[in-house]
Structure formats: C-alpha cells, structure tokens
C-alpha cells in the first residue's frame, strides 16, 4: 500500500513538472517567416466540445452502505450456508494515465491503478472465507496503455490493454499468475463534427466479474452549451449537463467489477471470487482551482454478480463453489482529480 501511494505522489510531481512550459524561445519567434497553412495535413481530436477533461491523476475515497451476503458455506464441512451482515465496504482508489506521446497525429499513455475493497462484518465469525475477507480486503492493482491514432480529419482508432493482478491477498508471497487478469479494447470510430463522434469496437473485459467479450460503441455528443452525453456501453453511459466549463453533472451508470484470487483450505486449495457491480449514479465534477478538479459521487450498487469458482475463468455452474446474492446498498465516492488542460 504505501509504495502505491508513494508511486503515485512520485507520476504526480513529474506531471506538474512537464506542465511547466519554456516560452522565450516561442516570445523570441519571428513569425513573419511563415506562409499560410494551406496544404497541413489535420487530424481529428479525442474530445468534443465540452466533454468532461481527462483525468491525468485520480485519487478517492468510495463507501458503500450496509448489506447481506447470503448462501455462505462453512468449509471444509459445509454445514448449512449462512447469511453474513456487512456493516459497510470501503477503500481507496487511486489511478495515474500519463502521456508519453501526445501530438496531433498519435496520443499514448501509460498508466496505473488501485483499488481495494475493505469489508466490515457485523460480529465474529469461525468461517473462513469471511475472516480472510473481513482481515485482507479484495485488492486489484495494475498497468494499462492507450493509444489514439488519428488519420485524418474523420476517422480514428483507439487501442487500450490493461493487466490487473486482483486477489485477497494475507501478504506479497500470495501473488502469483492465477491473479492476473487480462482485458483489451479496440475501437474504429468516425468524428462527423466537433460536438459529435462515433465508434464501435470490441472488447476483452472483465467488468462483469466473468470473462466475456462483447462488442461495444462509442458515442460523445454536445447537444448545445448545456446538454450532451458520454457513452462507452456496455460499460457505462452518462447524459450531461453543463452549467459551465468547469461546473459538470452527468447521470447514468458504470459496470465495474474483476475476478480475485483467494488462498482457501477447501480441496484445490484456492478460489476465485467473481465480483461484478452495476452503479446507477449521479456525478458532478467541479473545478477547483488550475487542473484541479473535484468528483463526487453518489448512487446505488446493483449485485451483478458474485460467484466464487473452483476454477480461473470458470464460467460452468459445475465448476461454481457457491452463489451469494447480495443485497443493494446506496454508494458515495469523493475524490480529488488532476486533469489534463
């Protein structure tokens, strides 16, 4: 955890550094030297006019609500299945894109995240899947890489691959390779005008908590100066509304979840909790001072699913250890955003 945070401080002091622009040399250019830019090749941007900004750096705080977690066996025995109380799940996210590559004709990034889920259960349990659980957290940490290549004035492509090692993990000596999880999207996509571009793709992706690939689309459109929407579905879609530049409310929804590793006494040894949460939301983001940004959240977290499977990217009941339907708690996050200009 702490050399986490002390990365992120670390990505945090080079990008303010690199904002830092010499301009003698642009105040000392002759520019009666140059002619007109007829014949310049253009190329389509990433954004349209008045997109929510991209987050460079993102830390925050996200609480969830109390809720039961039903059908828990006790193994080795398994004895009746059991229903445990959540007091309330809570954690850290942090997450650095920094771009290595940004011009007109390609923009790269390479970035990091975390993301731990800690649990608190109403009274003492002897069940071990709970007090690993409640004592360890569900932990996700990882890199991930963007590219956005334009062509020309309309068309475009963006590539992005990520790999996460996810896990309930009791110290370093518990990470191993049936922790990682892999995902990756590819999307082709058409810029018609400067409030309105397209695209459809695919994807490799765990958000549902199970592996699956499903075909997705792009669409960010600006209605007007007030209204517009931001949608990458099926993974999440919001409709905006902009009071100003830098006063912004969008609501929709984001599915989010992985599958985590978990050492156990049961037969294999181990499990893997496949975790997946769908969140009608609503989010304002509002500028602070420079690229300082404020996000808050708040909604519902829908159970989308949670299997735990005898098995790495188990997808058969035959392989299903158990099933908890959880119930649906109401969510808040805050946190504190250093966006791009």
């Known amino acids: 955890m702490r050399y986490t945070i002390a990365a ?17 040399a642009v105040d000392e250019m002759d520019y009666s030297k140059f002619g007109d830019a007829e014949g310049v090749k253009r190329y389509v941007t990433q954004k349209v006019l008045n997109q929510t900004p991209n987050k460079i750096i ?20 398994f ?11 809570s954690g850290l996210r942090a997450q ?35 007090s690993k659980l409640e004592s360890n957290g569900m932990h996700t940490a990882g890199i991930n890489t963007t590219i956005f290549k334009p062509f020309n004035e309309k068309n475009f492509l963006i590539l992005q691959a990520s790999a996460d090692v996810n896990g309930v993990f009791e110290g370093f000596d518990d990470v191993n390779s049936k922790a990682v999880t ?26 549902a908590g199970q592996l699956i690939y499903v075909p997705i689309v792009l669409w960010n459109k600006t209605f007007n100066d007030q209204w517009g929407m931001e949608l990458l579905l099926p993974a999440r879609g919001h409709l905006r509304r902009n009071f100003s530049t830098s006063n912004i409310l969008q609501i929709g929804y ?13 037969p294999n040894g181990q499990v893997f909790i496949q975790r997946g949460e769908l969140k009608p939301r609503v989010m304002w983001d509002k500028k602070l001072k420079g690229f300082f940004w404020l996000n808050v959240q708040a ?43």
């Not at 990505?11 to 010499?22: E, H, I, K, P």
């Not at 990091?112 to 649990?119: I, K, P, T």
Request: aromatic share 18%.
């Open 254 to 266: 984001e599915l989010e979840g992985n599958q985590y590793w978990m050492r156990t006494p049961s």
């Open 96 to 130: 650095v894109n920094i771009p290595v590559v940004s011009n007109t004709k390609l923009i790269w990034q390479l970035g990091a995240n975390y993301w731990r889920s800690g649990l608190n259960f109403e009274g003492a349990t002897a069940n071990p899947f709970i």
């Open 79 to 89: 004895l009746m299945p059991q229903t445990f109380k959540v007091n309330r799940l």
């Open 299 to 341: 909604g519902f977290r829908y159970n989308w699913r949670f299997d735990v499977m005898n098995e790495y990217d188990a997808r058969k009941d035959s392989q299903l250890f158990f099933r908890s339907a959880l119930t649906n708690p109401f969510y808040f996050s805050v946190g504190l955003n250093f966006v791009s200009p």
């Open 58 to 77: 993102s830390i925050g705080y996200e609480y969830q609500g109390g809720f039961n977690m039903p059908e828990v066996p006790f193994y080795p025995t």
């Open 8 to 24: 992120i401080f670390l990505l945090f002091a080079t990008v303010l550094r690199a904002q830092v622009t010499d301009t003698s």
């Open 182 to 207: 892999i995902s990756a999207t590819a999307i082709y996509g058409w810029k018609k005008s400067e409030k309105n571009m397209i695209g459809v793709g695919v994807a490799r992706t765990y958000r």
